[in-house]
């Protein structure tokens, strides 16, 4: 009888187990808040995009998640936070080709790996840069900035988002084409750069469409071109970089999410459903990503690790190509 018993205990228990396991890993997630970590501070491009994302799955899926700031060291500080975060899929970085694909590129040392600590979760976005000036400094357009530049050289001085970001990357390889010398002025975030743009302590700046865009329709930047292969509807009177005298030279990044590696596979895919489902829908599409500029996110969440990769590639491989050029 007591053999029976304990037989009977022993399935009870193993059945118990294997339900808590099943519930553990589906149905329950979220249990409490989930932080997506933003590596640029508040007002800027990304911000501008992340917290209506999260404030669109809050209110669709009855989500708790919440915007958290963590500027600075061209993203590495909010990279390493979340990588070193648990892997249940409650701390999830906004990320963007910054981090992920030019940190690894121009810097020997970053205190994180984007290939190894991190699990592709969905791109969000897409975005082209824009080539913008003060909007007194006496130019028209992409030659007669070159043309000012070159008669008196490191006259000028750019505005990045950080050393090694994709502006400060962009705005060099389009220097080396014009053969033109302006002083690099790192920022810790494109809206802190804005007001310097405006007063113009600083004149020159390449930067996502979305964060100068308010400034350009208000007169108090100039836009130059678009630095992608076609004319944006936000600003459609603006040519292309190509049309500008600079043919086939782009440059392009995107916004996603992505979470610590070894985050539970059932966590990635249900995260990665929602945010797509989000970042696809009309109201997103019309109240975000058209209002500031951006372009629709085209690369499905299947797509998105190996687009993480080659994005890796294309960026060394520039970076390689510039040699001294961004020391």
Request: neutral net charge; aromatic residues 8%.
């Amino acid at each position: 009888m007591w053999k029976k018993m304990v037989v009977s205990l022993s399935i009870s228990f193993l059945g118990i187990n294997f339900c808590f396991a099943q519930d553990k890993n589906s149905g329950t997630f979220p249990q409490h808040i989930i932080k997506l970590i933003v590596p640029f501070t508040p007002g800027g491009p990304a911000d501008n995009l992340a917290r209506p994302l999260v404030e669109m799955l809050n209110k669709r899926y009855g989500y708790q998640i919440i915007v958290e700031n963590k500027p600075g060291a061209n993203t590495a500080i909010a990279a390493q936070y979340v990588a070193r975060s648990n892997p249940d899929g409650y701390t999830l970085l906004f990320a963007s080709d910054a981090g992920m694909s030019l940190a690894p590129a121009t810097q020997k040392n970053i205190p994180y790996d984007p290939a190894k600590d991190f699990v592709a979760v969905s791109m969000v976005a897409q975005l082209t840069q824009v080539l913008f000036v003060n909007a007194n400094l006496p130019v028209k357009n992409v030659k007669e900035l070159a043309d000012l530049a070159r008669k008196s050289p490191n006259s000028l001085s750019y505005a990045t988002y950080g050393m090694g970001s994709q502006s400060h990357v962009s705005t060099e390889a389009m220097d080396r084409l014009l053969n033109i010398e302006m002083v690099h002025i790192p920022y810790i975030g494109a809206s802190t750069a804005f007001p310097d743009l405006i007063s113009g302590n600083t004149q020159v700046m390449m930067s996502a469409i979305s964060g100068p865009l308010p400034y350009i329709r208000a007169n108090k930047l100039k836009a130059l071109a678009m630095v992608g292969p076609e004319r944006h509807k936000s600003l459609p009177e603006v040519p292309t970089i190509s049309e500008a005298g600079l043919p086939g030279f782009e440059s392009r990044g995107w916004f996603g999410v992505v979470a610590p590696a070894k985050t539970p596979p059932e966590i990635v895919k249900l995260l990665s459903e929602k945010i797509w489902e989000i970042s696809q829908t009309e109201d997103f599409i019309s109240q975000v990503i058209d209002r500031q500029g951006f372009d629709v996110a085209k690369v499905k969440p299947s797509e998105f690790p190996e687009f993480l990769k080659q994005d890796r590639i294309k960026w060394k491989t520039l970076v390689d190509q510039m040699g001294n050029a961004l020391n």
